[in-house]
Antibody, heavy 118, light 109 residues
Framework: QITLKESGPTLVKPTQTLTLMCTFSGFSLSTNEVAVGWIRQPPGKALEWLALIYGDDDKRYSPSLNNRLTITKDTSRNQVVLTMTNMDPVDTATYFC??????????WGRGTLVSVSS | QAVVTQEPSLTVSPGGAVTLTCASSAAAVTSDNWPNWFQQKPGQAPRTLIYRTSHKHSWTPARFSGSLLGGKAALTLSGVQPEDEADYYCLLYFGGTWVFGGGTKLTVL
């Protein structure tokens, strides 16, 4: 059974760096057939794809946020980490991680709400 | 970066049928965009319904189907149930990155 769970701070200040962790189980992130992605959703708004990392360490980023995002993985700990620099109140959102395989973002974590405020 | 557009809202009667569409500003949507469709209910994470245009997961109700229609990705619901009232999002692949549509709020009334 595949599960994913997001964790990180619930509140960050403007200009700070956000670090989120996705801890997963039920699969191994060790081949290019499997990936973990990050998606966010501001309150009352649409989903936005942020970043993705494959098991072979290939990384992809949203062009609009590319210079602020870094995604890494720790295969031995079954974790994927997303960092986002220079946080702003508009980055207030629920952040989800999701398992991707066979062209499908098939299973998602419950998400973690991050607020940006001074 | 391409913009992906969906109908903001649609209303359907119980037992009826409705088609939601997903268009790209870059070009006609094709199977190479690997269209995914998600259902999201209030306070919940999105749930994947359709991937690679028309493939269903084991949990996808039979009344949901995906296709390409007139240069767009399409999600058709047949025999709509009250529990289908939700937000629906499409996701398209563009050569290494992914873009979500703005979502369709489906009301069953």
């Amino acid at each position: 059974q595949i599960t994913l769970k997001e964790s990180g701070p619930t509140l960050v200040k403007p200009t700070q760096t956000l670090t989120l962790m996705c801890t997963f189980s039920g699969f191994s992130l060790s081949t290019n057939e499997v990936a973990v992605g990050w998606i966010r959703q501001p309150p009352g708004k649409a989903l936005e794809w942020l970043a993705l990392i494959y098991g072979d360490d290939d990384k992809r980023y949203s062009p609009s946020l590319n210079n602020r995002l870094t995604i890494t993985k720790d295969t031995s700990r079954n974790q994927v980490v997303l960092t986002m620099t220079n946080m702003d109140p508009v980055d207030t959102a629920t952040y989800f991680c999701a398992h991707r395989q066979d062209s499908s973002f098939d299973l998602w974590g419950r998400g973690t709400l991050v607020s940006v405020s001074s | 970066q391409a913009v992906v557009t969906q109908e903001p809202s649609l209303t359907v009667s119980p037992g009826g049928a409705v088609t939601l569409t997903c268009a790209s500003s870059a070009a006609a949507v094709t199977s190479d965009n690997w269209p995914n469709w998600f259902q999201q209910k209030p306070g919940q994470a999105p749930r994947t319904l359709i991937y690679r245009t028309s493939h269903k997961h084991s949990w996808t109700p039979a009344r949901f189907s995906g296709s390409l229609l007139g240069g767009k990705a399409a999600l058709t619901l047949s025999g709509v149930q009250p529990e289908d009232e939700a937000d629906y999002y499409c996701l398209l692949y563009f050569g290494g990155t992914w873009v979500f549509g703005g979502g369709t709020k489906l009301t069953v009334l």
